[in-house]
């Protein structure tokens, strides 16, 4: 008997069986001999216990008596169908049962002492409020519908999780009020139906044992496990992927309640159809894998991994069954894959092909430890739940190339959520006219009227620092062939040799002057085709081979050339950049907050930046020149932000390179427009051009009259043309001086004129380099004024 009660309800529950012992008494009156002896011998026996008609509070009365309760509901409970059928007495919604059938019997003990059977997802909340409705339906005349169906979870003696579905009868229950019930009006009935979540509502309409709930119900169960199952897996489907986390453990257990196979695992394969490649899914180690990828990313269809059995999934696309993987590896043909298998512990398996519009999708894998418990026979209910896999594996496709075309976009030709809309604008009005007018014609994106800010943060002589690696590695590499060759010349008869040492030392000397533009490629064409032969074809005694094989190893799999110096700079070089780009992506993330504008971001020999701000980008926000001089403050302390990164890096870089920084002012609104041919924005218009001009030649320019660059290391370089713009930045430079990031010397100095540019003049000042871990805030435009007043 269970007897695991709600706590509170709105009934008094008294367990009674009058309306059958009323029923017992009117056939004790016929003249049906059998059936009126039978009746009045049983009604003798009840006498005793008029519990049975009055009510049952008391459940220990239950126990003592469950042999005379089972003969008084013998005609409920057909012996002929104790077997077959799952029913036992209940009171409904609750967890209480008793004079179980003897199927429900066995299922309760195969599942075990301690199994605790409660209704799926029902909590108190609902079983009160279901309670109550039956009193809305029964006493009130209402025809509420509270049909959501129920289920009880049961595990069988495997550890298969079965799904039972709940069905409730309850003619044999009466309702009435007590002295505490509450009467209703149609306006309360109407408050009741418009707030099934308010709780403290229904328990103030039906308060706790108000109502008696006189009689019994029988709850009748029957097995949908298969049903569920199919259902979970298609809830299991539907979910995004950060609701996935419980994947594996879920699919698990949906499919061996399927398949009725306790230790049943699910696997994966994709299907890349562009390159005829099987891939691994793309989840988490432990979450959804393939077996028979184990340990492989991808692998091409033509592999022999897959022996004569890929063969009828990829043309008859239909599942191959393997029900004694020991059997299977014996035959020719399939002693990889039943080795990959076994190694694994899988002993039979089913490989299922996901198929749409006759294209294959992917692979599922079914697989178990025991021989036999998975073949041909049980793979056809896989057609239960292939056409919810087919559409799961198209929309994991779909989502796929959209994520892909995300990435690319994002990585290769991104446009910036803030000009975003009117891409979309233009994209609309093509979409909503494709059908009528074939021969669209895109109208070009402009934004007229925006002030551009320009900035970057540049590798200090990063071109010379190469070019001296390279000639580090080369000369290095140069020198170890000579003493190679010194060495292979004392030990082989190979006139050629000496030949070969002669061009090596004439391409070392051509290192001792400037590099040339092809030098680099000609030693590395030399050495490939002239040297590397003679090392790997020469057969010295074995200390000079073990000096060939140490030089070999030192070179670079794909040039063959020594890259050590060349690495040390490029990484730095990747750190600096990955770095201060991190920085300037970050800031700029808040700097939207200002005001909506245009961002684009370079990583070349250091980072670049454009910003463009206007009206005509963000047409729903009044724009104001405030907006600009705060963007401009926060640009030249990025910047100061991105030096002091710099400083704090560059004792950790594997090749020390300095970095200098520079803003130009450009204070005349430009117009920009999107460039089709090469999907980026750029200055319209031959006046605005000037501007562009400027920007690729400012960061080479030296101050007038001198051979110095108008940009030094640890020092941020100003370039503006005249006395508005010179003054406004003094203003912030000051209040970053005040707030100690910048140094107190400012240099002010003419730029050489420039091809078709002239009167460029700038300010120069340094960065205060601060400790590890400390960060100077970004201040607004309105904090400078206030703090200048």
């Known amino acids: 008997m269970n007897t695991k009660l709600f706590k509170e309800s709105p009934f008094k529950t008294q367990i009674s069986f009058h309306k059958l012992i009323e029923s017992l008494e009117q056939i004790a009156l016929t003249d049906v001999d059998y059936r009126s002896n039978y009746a009045k011998a049983l009604l003798k026996e009840i006498e005793p216990i008029p519990e049975f008609r009055s009510g049952i509070e008391d459940f220990s009365v239950i126990e003592k008596n469950e042999t005379l309760i089972k003969y008084l509901l013998a005609d409920l409970f057909p012996t002929a169908l104790t077997n077959n059928e799952i029913k036992a007495v209940t009171i409904p919604f609750q967890n209480l049962t008793f004079n179980y059938s003897e199927r429900f019997r066995k299922i309760l003990k195969d599942a075990g002492g301690t199994f605790d059977m409660t209704i799926r997802d029902f909590d108190k909340h609902q079983f009160y409020i279901m309670s109550c409705s039956m009193i809305l339906n029964s006493y009130y005349g209402q025809h509420l519908d509270f049909s959501k169906p129920l289920f009880y979870d049961i595990p069988d003696s495997n550890g298969i999780l079965k799904h039972y579905r709940i069905l409730y009868n309850a003619d044999f229950i009466e309702i009435t009020p007590t002295e505490n019930a509450l009467s209703l009006t149609p306006d309360d009935i109407d408050l009741l139906m418009d707030n099934y979540d308010d709780i403290d509502l229904w328990k103030e309409k039906f308060p706790v044992d ?203 030709t991104t446009i910036h959520s803030s000009v975003n809309w009117k891409f979309r604008k233009e994209a609309q009005k093509y979409f909503q006219t494709q059908k009528k007018n074939k021969d669209y014609i895109f109208k070009e994106i402009v934004f007229k009227d925006v002030y551009p800010l320009y900035g970057q943060i540049d590798i200090k002589g990063s071109s010379d620092h190469r070019n001296k690696t390279v000639k580090t590695d080369l000369k290095n590499q140069l020198k170890t062939l000579l003493e190679l060759f010194d060495h292979l010349k004392e030990n082989t008869a190979l006139p050629l040799l000496e030949q070969r040492k002669f061009e090596l030392h004439s391409y070392y000397n051509d290192l001792e002057f400037e590099l040339k533009a092809d030098t680099e490629q000609q030693i590395q064409n030399y050495i490939q085709k002239e040297i590397h032969p003679i090392l790997r074809n020469s057969k010295p005694e074995k200390d000079i081979q073990n000096q060939i094989d140490a030089y070999l190893e030192q070179l670079d799999i794909k040039t063959e050339m020594l890259y050590h110096s060349r690495k040390d700079f490029d990484d730095a070089m990747s750190k600096i950049n990955k770095k201060l780009a991190a920085i300037l992506d970050k800031e700029q993330a808040e700097a939207q907050n200002i005001f909506p504008h245009y961002y684009e971001r370079f990583k070349t020999d250091g980072v670049e930046h454009n910003l463009y701000i206007g009206a005509s980008i963000t047409p729903a926000q009044p724009f104001d020149l405030m907006y600009l001089s705060n963007l401009r403050l926060w640009q030249l302390q990025t910047l100061c932000k991105m030096e002091q990164e710099h400083f704090q890096l560059k004792s950790t870089l594997p090749y020390k390179l300095d970095v200098t920084s520079l803003i130009l002012v450009f204070s005349s609104p430009i117009s920009i427009r999107f460039r089709m041919d090469e999907k980026r924005f750029d200055v319209d218009g031959t006046y605005n051009a000037r501007y562009e001009v400027v920007k690729k030649r400012i960061d080479k320019a030296h101050i007038k009259g001198t051979k110095e660059r108008i940009t030094e290391k640890e020092k941020i370089t100003i370039v503006y043309s005249n006395n508005k713009e010179e003054t406004e930045y003094l203003k912030y430079i000051k209040f970053l001086q005040f707030k100690n990031i910048l140094e107190p010397n400012i240099e002010k100095f003419e730029v050489e004129d420039l091809q078709g540019v002239s009167g460029l003049r700038a300010i120069r000042v340094k960065v205060v380099n601060v400790k590890k871990d400390t960060t100077s805030p970004n201040y607004t435009y309105k904090e400078l004024l206030d703090e200048l007043n």
């Open 210 to 412: 108000s109502w008696i709930l006189k009689g019994f119900g029988i709850v009748i169960l029957f097995d949908a496990s298969v049903e569920n199952a199919v259902s979970n897996l298609k809830t299991n489907l539907l979910k995004n992927e950060t609701e996935q986390a419980q994947i594996n453990t879920d699919i698990n257990t949906i499919f061996r309640s399927i398949f009725k196979v306790p230790d049943l695992r699910v696997g994966f394969m994709v299907y890349n159809q562009e390159e005829s490649k099987f891939t691994k899914p793309p989840y988490e180690k432990g979450d959804l894998e393939s077996f028979v990828l184990l340990g492989i990313d991808e692998v091409d269809c033509k592999n022999e991994i897959f022996g004569c059995s890929l063969e009828r999934i990829l043309d008859a696309k239909k599942p191959f069954s393997i029900s004694n993987t020991a059997k299977f590896a014996q035959i020719p043909g399939n002693e990889k894959l039943g080795k990959q298998l076994l190694k694994q512990g899988i002993q039979s398996c089913i490989l299922a092909p996901i198929v749409k519009n006759d294209i294959l999708l992917g692979i599922i894998e079914l697989v178990s430890s025991k021989p036999r418990e998975l073949n041909s026979i049980n793979a056809n209910n896989l057609d239960l739940i292939l056409p919810y896999l087919v559409d799961t594996m198209e929309r994991y496709n779909i989502d796929m190339q959209h994520q892909i075309e995300a990435i690319i976009q994002r990585e290769y």
